[in-house]
């Protein structure tokens, strides 16, 4: 069964740090860009991070210099290193395998709560 499961997700303060694992079982990663999406009710869904299968890395405006996406294809294993944490990176976020720029599969999503 092809599946995504997203894990890391809680509660963090301002300026704090948070790491997003997604683990991929079914297929091999190696064939296909990961990115993760987050998601707020009532705002449109936001693509925080991507990485081709070269590992080739492209951020939003607003997270470029504080997250970073990563994989490790051996272990089919996606991560998203966040850092200096905002209350607006409150969200639901959800990784997703893409294979020529078409989404295959989804996560279930992880939340992550920013706040003091």
């Known amino acids: 069964q092809v599946q995504l499961v997203e894990s890391g997700g809680g509660l963090v303060q301002p300026g704090g740090s948070l790491r997003l694992s997604c683990a991929a079982s079914g297929f091999t990663l190696d064939y296909y860009a990961i990115g993760w999406y987050r998601q707020v009710p009532g705002k449109e869904r936001e693509l925080v991070a991507y990485?081709?299968?070269?590992?080739?890395?492209k951020y939003a405006a607003s997270v470029e210099g504080r997250f970073t996406i990563s994989r490790d294809n051996a272990k089919n294993m996606v991560y998203l290193q966040m850092s200096n944490m905002k209350p607006e990176d409150t969200a639901v976020y959800y990784c997703?395998?893409?294979?020529?720029?078409?989404?295959?599969?989804w996560g279930q999503g992880t939340q992550v709560t920013v706040s003091s």
């Open positions: 990485i081709s299968r070269v590992g080739w890395a």
């Open positions: 997703y395998s893409a294979l020529r720029q078409e989404i295959t599969s």
